[in-house]
């Protein structure tokens, strides 16, 4: 299984419900229950007026599309940083897992978990601005 980066810095907000953010935008994971309207998006698509916000968060998904008869393996990545002290931000789409930790964290969870057998392709790379992956 290996890992992907996500090249972008990325927010985590509550926005208003009927906010003005920009449903064009290429990346971003809306989450609405009873008790809140949550956002995650890059940061500079970050909207106005939002309620709280908490930028500095970086990220990478699990490549491929996951079967959901597959079990284990967003638990097992969390345990792993979880050992490390680093704590994770997860959002699931239909496809896969996408695991966020803050910016100060990005690259310890990335080498972590490289060296638990989760490579994420490009040993070593940097990830510098205009090199986004998606």
Same mark, same amino acid.
């Given at each position: ?7 972008? /810095?990325? @927010? ?5 419900? %009927?906010?003005?953010?920009? #449903? +064009? ?37 699990? /490549?491929? @599309? ?5 079990? %284990?393996?967003?638990?097992? #990545? +969390? ?56």
């Amino acid at each position: 299984m290996e890992l992907e980066r996500i090249g972008h /810095r990325l @927010t985590v907000c509550k926005i208003p419900e %009927g906010s003005d953010f920009n #449903l +064009s935008a290429d990346f971003y994971f809306i989450g609405k229950t009873d008790e809140e309207f949550s956002l995650v998006c890059r940061t500079e698509d970050t909207p106005q007026n939002t309620v709280q916000r908490d930028d500095g968060w970086r990220g990478f998904r699990i /490549r491929g @599309t996951l079967d959901f008869s597959l079990v %284990g393996i967003l638990s097992r #990545l +969390s345990g792993i940083l979880a050992e490390q002290k680093i704590g994770i931000f997860a959002v699931s789409t239909y496809n896969t897992d996408y695991i966020l930790v803050k910016e100060e964290n990005y690259k310890r969870a990335l080498a972590v978990l490289a060296s638990a057998g989760y490579p994420t392709g490009e040993k070593d790379r940097e990830d510098l601005p205009g090199q986004d992956r998606l």
